[in-house]
């Protein structure tokens, strides 16, 4: 059984429809990309499997039960979780405090305290930085923070919208080491990410869309290697 | 010289009410961006309100006083909170802050008009027994303020920064998108802020009432007073208001004592515009690049 299958989303701005029927699946342990040029509404996927857009028409479900226009809580609590595009952190709060808001939903406990624990293994410069303002952070470094932050409630599934926009280079080879890491792991992500060929290295699939609509789909390796996906959107 | 020290425990003593009326500014602006132009008038309702389970439903003082938090509470905080922001903030901040122009004018005409014109007496909450230390004679009302003020803002601090709660109020207020990508609910969040304030001018109308009487057009000069000290301290900043407020009450009565006391209300407006040439983000405001 898929983890996410979306079928046939539809969702936009007032008047203005974005997704006009937008289909695709992750099956668990996979990572899988969404790739299209600007506009193709990648981003306005997330918002609507999010709950933050609702969906007009269509269904999402998640490990088989329908959450089509779920509240952003309620997908956290069935192991949801989203980080959204740009640098998204509470500028004034500490790195730790920060990390722990990733759990709002839960109560503190000592269990979400060893959570904590294991962030800050998988990125140490997290724990060097717990008592600095997220502000003061890095690119990067913010990027790592709210990664960490999405894996503080053990998710299922974790939503990634651009992790390297606006990234120097070696940061954001440095970025994809640790989505791969987490892939290691069996953490399942759904990614949209402007380096698309980049992301397609890792992805076991991977949907091109276009306008809001489907293009093509298919395998990281077969999408990467695709004469006219190449000639339309990696550039080459 | 005694009478500086006198003077200073007067200046702190309607400073630390300021402070809270602004400090409530503070939260609402954090929380959801609105301006409350109603601010003077949610001190003065809650001070006839009290006038009324005092006087007409004979409440002792202590129940008086806890009814009036609660009524100020649900009318000023959830009532308006249901009825104008989930409406208006949908649509921006203007009409919603236009909205609470309209609301202090209702308060205040309702009151003139169907209440009383008149100055209200308000009974004395703390004895008026002057204190003496040293040769300096204070007014014990004062200091009560002045401590009253200061167990409230350090509650409200210990509820921002340790609980949950707070942390949530501040992580809207940084940045209010990721916040709802948390599972926090910002409109229920909003609810809880307003419902905060409205409690704090509840606390801030019981302590201001001996000293100015109750009259339904007080609230202009406290309202604009706690606005100015929100401004000079920096909007996003709790600290910020209360030394904002602290300093409008200070400035406003050494000048009244020493400069000229028709021009009182003048100097608090000499040093709103001094900060705002000089550190517009307030004294200790931080610059919302960021935002």
């Given at each position: 059984?898929?983890?996410?299958?979306?079928?046939?989303?539809?969702?936009?701005?007032?008047?203005?429809?974005?997704?006009?029927?937008?289909?695709?699946?992750?099956?668990?342990?996979?990572?899988?990309?969404?790739?299209?040029?600007?506009?193709?509404?990648?981003?306005?996927?997330?918002?609507?499997?999010?709950?933050?857009?609702?969906?007009?028409?269509?269904?999402?479900?998640?490990?088989?039960?329908?959450?089509?226009?779920?509240?952003?809580?309620?997908?956290?609590?069935?192991?949801?979780?989203?980080?959204?595009?740009?640098?998204?952190?509470?500028?004034?709060?500490?790195?730790?405090?920060?990390?722990?808001?990733?759990?709002?939903?839960?109560?503190?406990?000592?269990?979400?305290?060893?959570?904590?624990?294991?962030?800050?293994?998988?990125?140490?410069?997290?724990?060097?930085?717990?008592?600095?303002?997220?502000?003061?952070?890095?690119?990067?470094?913010?990027?790592?923070?709210?990664?960490?932050?999405?894996?503080?409630?053990?998710?299922?599934?974790?939503?990634?919208?651009?992790?390297?926009?606006?990234?120097?280079?070696?940061?954001?080879?440095?970025?994809?080491?640790?989505?791969?890491?987490?892939?290691?792991?069996?953490?399942?992500?759904?990614?949209?990410?402007?380096?698309?060929?980049?992301a397609l290295e890792i992805s076991d699939y991977a949907y091109v869309l276009e306008l809001g609509k489907n293009r093509y789909e298919g395998s990281g390796e077969a999408i990467r290697n695709d004469e006219r996906v190449k000639r339309l959107y990696l550039g080459r | 010289m005694t009478d500086v020290f006198q003077l200073l425990v007067a200046g702190l003593s309607i400073g630390s009410i300021y402070a809270m009326a602004a400090?409530?500014?503070?939260?609402?602006?954090?929380?959801?961006?609105?301006?409350?132009?109603?601010?003077?008038?949610?001190?003065?309702?809650?001070?006839?309100?009290?006038?009324?389970?005092?006087?007409?439903?004979?409440?002792?003082?202590?129940?008086?006083?806890?009814?009036?938090?609660?009524?100020?509470?649900?009318?000023?905080?959830?009532?308006?909170?249901?009825?104008?922001?989930?409406?208006?903030?949908?649509?921006?901040?203007?009409?919603?802050?236009?909205?609470?122009?309209?609301?202090?004018?209702?308060?205040?005409?309702?009151?003139?008009?169907?209440?009383?014109?008149?100055?209200?007496?308000?009974?004395?909450?703390?004895?008026?027994?002057?204190?003496?230390?040293?040769?300096?004679?204070?007014?014990?009302?004062?200091?009560?303020?002045?401590?009253?003020?200061?167990?409230?803002?350090?509650?409200?601090?210990?509820?921002?920064?340790?609980?949950?709660?707070?942390?949530?109020?501040?992580?809207?207020?940084?940045?209010?998108?990721?916040?709802?990508?948390?599972?926090?609910?910002?409109?229920?969040?909003?609810?809880?802020?307003?419902?905060?304030?409205?409690?704090?001018?509840?606390?801030?109308?019981?302590?201001?009432?001996?000293?100015?009487?109750?009259?339904?057009?007080?609230?202009?000069?406290?309202?604009?007073?706690?606005?100015?000290?929100?401004?000079?301290?920096?909007?996003?900043?709790?600290?910020?208001?209360?030394?904002?407020?602290?300093?409008?009450?200070?400035?406003?009565?050494?000048?009244?004592?020493?400069?000229?006391?028709?021009?009182?209300?003048?100097?608090?407006?000499?040093?709103?515009?001094?900060?705002?040439?000089?550190?517009?983000?307030?004294?200790?405001?931080?610059?919302?690049e960021w935002a």
């Open positions: 059984m898929a983890l996410l299958e979306v079928h046939d989303l539809h969702a936009g701005y007032g008047k203005m429809e974005i997704l006009h029927g937008i289909t695709l699946k992750v099956e668990p342990g996979q990572i899988v990309s969404i790739i299209g040029p600007n506009g193709a509404g990648k981003s306005t996927v997330f918002k609507s499997i999010f709950g933050l857009l609702p969906v007009r028409q269509g269904r999402v479900l998640f490990a088989g039960e329908e959450v089509t226009n779920r509240s952003p809580e309620a997908l956290l609590r069935q192991g949801m979780t989203f980080v959204p595009q740009g640098r998204n952190v509470f500028p004034l709060m500490t790195v730790e405090e920060n990390l722990l808001l990733g759990a709002y939903i839960r109560k503190r406990s000592p269990e979400l305290l060893e959570e904590v624990q294991r962030v800050y293994e998988t990125f140490p410069i997290l724990r060097e930085k717990r008592t600095a303002r997220a502000g003061d952070l890095s690119g990067g470094q913010q990027q790592m923070l709210e990664m960490g932050r999405s894996l503080l409630l053990q998710p299922k599934l974790i939503l990634l919208d651009e992790p390297t926009l606006g990234l120097a280079p070696l940061v954001f080879k440095e970025i994809f080491r640790i989505i791969e890491g987490l892939r290691q792991r069996g953490q399942t992500i759904l990614m949209v990410e402007q380096n698309a060929a980049k | 400090i409530g500014f503070v939260l609402l602006w954090q929380t959801s961006n609105t301006i409350n132009f109603a601010q003077g008038e949610f001190v003065v309702l809650p001070a006839f309100v009290m006038v009324l389970f005092l006087t007409v439903f004979r409440f002792p003082f202590a129940a008086a006083f806890v009814a009036t938090v609660i009524v100020s509470t649900l009318l000023l905080g959830l009532l308006v909170k249901k009825v104008l922001v989930e409406r208006l903030l949908k649509m921006g901040v203007l009409p919603l802050v236009i909205a609470t122009i309209g609301l202090s004018m209702l308060i205040r005409y309702s009151l003139q008009q169907f209440w009383t014109p008149l100055a209200l007496p308000f009974p004395a909450i703390f004895s008026r027994q002057p204190i003496r230390v040293g040769g300096v004679i204070f007014s014990s009302e004062e200091v009560m303020n002045v401590l009253s003020a200061a167990i409230v803002i350090g509650t409200l601090q210990l509820l921002i920064r340790r609980t949950k709660l707070g942390w949530a109020m501040q992580a809207v207020a940084q940045n209010r998108d990721l916040a709802s990508v948390l599972g926090i609910n910002v409109s229920r969040l909003v609810g809880v802020t307003f419902m905060l304030n409205a409690a704090l001018t509840a606390v801030a109308a019981v302590l201001i009432a001996p000293v100015y009487l109750v009259k339904y057009d007080i609230g202009i000069g406290i309202g604009l007073k706690a606005f100015y000290a929100a401004i000079i301290g920096g909007f996003n900043q709790i600290r910020g208001a209360l030394l904002g407020g602290l300093l409008v009450g200070l400035v406003e009565t050494y000048s009244a004592a020493y400069i000229s006391n028709q021009f009182r209300d003048a100097f608090a407006l000499v040093i709103l515009i001094g900060v705002l040439l000089l550190k517009p983000e307030g004294l200790l405001g931080i610059k919302e």
